[in-house]
């Protein structure tokens, strides 16, 4: 008797992109895992995989890059380091990417911008938290 579900191409590529998806958040620090969940609903598997890879490829910049972030393992990174970031460490990103050998067929204005959308999501559920902190009477 075979007990296997039968599933259609999509829900197989769902089902692999999340088994790929818990894979690179263990290398992400513990604050993207919020960031996955609050985004969930409103996003394809395959949309947060490419997150989840474009914050590897910011946050692997980071930890042999900056002097701070180099002090600690990326997971370990605090959701505060966003705070700290400036233009210029943005901006040296942006050449570093232009010189990163992984990014394959795919234009830098494109991948900034994939990746400052999603910091951007990240700051926005910051805020909402940090927003929850201080009105708690």
């Not at 579900?5 to 992109?17: C, I, P």
Request: proline share 2%; aromatic share 14%.
């Amino acid at each position: 008797m075979n007990t296997k579900k039968n599933t259609n191409y999509h829900d197989q590529q769902n089902v692999h992109n999340v088994e790929k998806m818990r894979a690179v958040m263990e290398t992400l620090p513990g604050f993207c895992k919020q960031f996955f969940r609050g985004i969930t609903e409103y996003t394809s598997s395959r949309t947060r995989l490419a997150y989840a890879y474009d914050l590897r490829v910011f946050f692997e910049y980071l930890h042999d890059k900056n002097p701070y972030c180099a002090k600690m393992e990326i997971a370990e990174f605090p959701l505060s380091l966003l705070d700290k970031l400036t233009r210029e460490d943005i901006e040296e990103y942006v050449e570093y990417l232009s010189y990163y050998e992984k990014v394959i067929n795919k234009s830098i204005t494109l991948k900034m911008s994939q990746i400052i959308s999603t910091l951007y999501l990240m700051m926005l559920v910051y805020e909402r938290e940090m927003s929850k902190e201080w009105n708690v009477n």
